[in-house]
């Protein structure tokens, strides 16, 4: 179904949205969003996750100690306060510095870890496959499964920054959409299921986290202007 870009500035409340608005009538047509409440809900979840469709790469601007509490198996407290972002490090010396988020992403996504869960497995492909795109693609194999179901091919393995441009950024948010039938749960109206598959959270609590009441209330925004 179409949608206006007056529309989606009302509903992302971001009047850079506006340039999206073809692309996300492409994409939706494709992937069968072609429902006011499907595209409500589509609208709500890749909404939040971009902040209005403004950000389409992975921020990886992390500080030191919050790289610890976030990913403890996955980088050492010294590469953390190497790479993170410090204010005042606890050793001398080093003074204080912002963030290395291409050394972060290759700690992070990369090693054992990232070879299992992403299929990162050269050097350098944490850092190259960082999250992008609507529902931030992340992993080598990930953009592998992308790149075949958008474009037929690799391209996006060779080009992993073309899923920051409006077509291929929305075209992923459409194919992460099909991909786990998620029509199928804003048929039902149920925004607590479809979150839990976009982030992965897994439905206990208040979803502060993940931003569920910020979700919900897109939700509502579009369903409104819809």
């Known amino acids: 179904m179409k949608i206006t870009a007056e529309q989606l500035r009302l509903i992302a409340r971001n009047p850079q949205a506006e340039t999206f608005a073809d692309a996300i009538t492409v994409a939706t047509d494709k992937w069968g969003i072609d429902t006011k409440l499907r595209m409500a809900h589509w609208l709500a979840q890749w ?7 403004t950000k389409l790469r992975e921020n990886l601007n992390y500080a030191a100690e919050v790289l610890i509490v976030r990913f403890p198996k996955r980088i050492s407290k ?15 010396g080093n003074g204080d510095h912002p963030a290395d988020q291409i050394e972060i992403a290759n700690r992070i996504y990369g090693g054992d870890w990232g070879e299992k869960h992403l299929g ?16 931030n693609v992340t992993g080598r194999d990930n953009y592998t499964r992308c790149s075949k179901a958008l474009c037929g091919d690799d391209t996006l393995v060779y080009r992993p920054e073309f899923l920051e441009q409006p077509k291929y950024a929305t075209e992923a948010g459409g194919w992460f959409w099909h991909e786990n039938n998620l029509s199928e749960l804003a048929d039902r109206n149920d925004i607590h299921a ?33």
């Open 47 to 53: 909404g939040h996750e971009t902040q209005g469709f």
């Open 78 to 92: 010294v590469d953390a306060y190497r790479y993170g972002r410090v204010g005042q490090p606890p050793f001398k």
């Open 120 to 135: 990162n497995l050269m050097p350098g492909d944490g850092s190259r496959f960082i999250g992008r795109g609507l529902p």
């Open 194 to 226: 479809i979150t839990m598959k976009v982030t992965g959270w897994d439905g206990a609590g208040d979803g502060a986290a993940v931003g569920f009441p910020q979700r919900c209330e897109r939700l509502r925004q579009a369903i409104l202007v819809l």
